[in-house]
Antibody, heavy 120, light 107 residues
């Protein structure tokens, strides 16, 4: 069974930082692109970032580029999102989502999400 | 950026009704268009991939069609459990974008 379990969310002050994790199981993690997607309270889905299977290629939404860093540890089957210089508008549930073996494509499995709240 | 516009934003429907949700792209995405269902307080679930391919385990009442800029998600014989928000998603252009969502309420 494919499972993605996010952790690391919480309350942080503006300008602060957090590191989210996504532990994967049930599929060959090192073969797939993985994405982060966020959802502000009561709002729609917004793509944040993606990383290729070996971690050598990453992409970001304009709104987070330069502040967020996606990475992965294939030995630990874990994805990360380092979030720096956090802003109130970064407040959202952050989901990791399994992509396909190439750039693009659909997200066939999602984690349960972890809530990040940026507030003083 | 490719903008996806869904219609309607909200629809109140009765069980057994047939529902059609549309997603229009601001430029062609080929068939790189996917549909998700999100129930309250749950994560999104993939329904349809690549415009018309049903994802494993999805009930047969859900179907998708279209290519280029115009796409449709159809739910035949709606059931109470289909109350949710539905999103389209394009993976053709960068950045990846989602439609604004269509909330279905069951009367």
């Amino acid at each position: 069974e494919v499972q993605l379990v996010e952790s690391g969310g919480g309350l942080v002050q503006p300008g602060g930082f957090l590191r989210l994790s996504c532990a994967a199981s049930g599929f060959p993690f090192s073969t797939y692109w993985i994405h982060w997607v966020r959802q502000a309270p009561g709002k729609g889905l917004v793509w944040v970032s993606r990383i290729n299977s070996d971690g050598s290629s990453t992409d970001y939404a304009d709104s987070v580029r330069g502040r967020f860093t996606i990475s992965r540890d294939n030995a630990k089957n874990t994805l990360y999102l380092q979030m720096n210089s956090l802003r109130a508008e970064d407040t959202a549930v952050y989901y990791c989502a399994k992509g396909i073996t190439t750039r693009g494509g659909f997200f066939d499995y999602w984690g349960q999400g972890t809530l990040v709240t940026v507030s003083s | 950026e490719i903008v996806l516009t869904q219609s309607p934003d909200f629809q109140s429907v009765t069980p057994k009704e047939k529902v059609t949700i549309t997603c229009r792209a601001s430029q062609s995405v080929g068939t790189s268009l996917h549909w998700y269902q999100q129930k309250p307080d749950q994560s999104p679930k993939l329904l349809i991939k690549s415009a018309s391919q049903s994802f494993s385990g999805v009930p047969s009442r859900f179907s998708g069609s279209g290519s280029g800029t115009d796409f449709t998600l159809t739910i035949n014989s709606l059931e109470a459990e289909d109350a949710a928000t539905y999103y389209c998603h394009q993976s053709s252009g960068f950045p990846i974008t989602f439609g604004q969502g269509t909330r279905l309420e069951i009367k």
